[in-house]
């Protein structure tokens, strides 16, 4: 097995897992954030798992080529494909809860009287 070849097709990966983890430590950083932080740090690390699933996919696809087994390697590539894609959209909805969930900030919204 080429080791080095695998590691050439996941190159691409390799930003999209550093600004993962990066918001990631980001989020466990800001504890004023409340409840909006559990919901990104969440968020994040499922993004960078969906990464990592999709590494995966490709590892799997890598070593299965030899085989020539064309059916088994559609199912699982459309398994983890599925898994992959359901993941990263569980990952950003949890992101959009984070930023507008309410963060139990509290605002003056009171008229101002005027008086002096």
Do not use: C, H
């Not at 691409?12 to 989020?27: E, S, Y």
């Not at 504890?31 to 995966?56: K, M």
């Not at 030899?66 to 894609?85: K, N």
């Amino acid at each position: 097995m080429n080791l080095f070849g695998f590691a050439m097709t996941q190159v691409w990966q390799v930003p999209f897992l550093l600004m993962f983890l990066i918001g990631l430590f980001i989020a466990l950083s800001r504890r004023d954030l409340g409840r909006a932080q559990s919901y990104a740090v969440i968020g994040f690390a499922v993004l960078a798992l969906s990464v990592l699933v999709q590494s995966a996919q490709m590892y799997q696809l890598f070593m299965m080529r030899e085989g020539g087994d064309y059916r088994s390697i559609a199912t699982r590539s459309a398994v983890f494909t599925l898994v992959a894609a359901v993941v990263k959209i569980g990952g950003f909805i949890l992101l959009m809860v984070a930023l507008f969930i309410d963060r139990g900030q509290k605002t003056d919204t009171s008229p101002s009287t005027g008086t002096t």
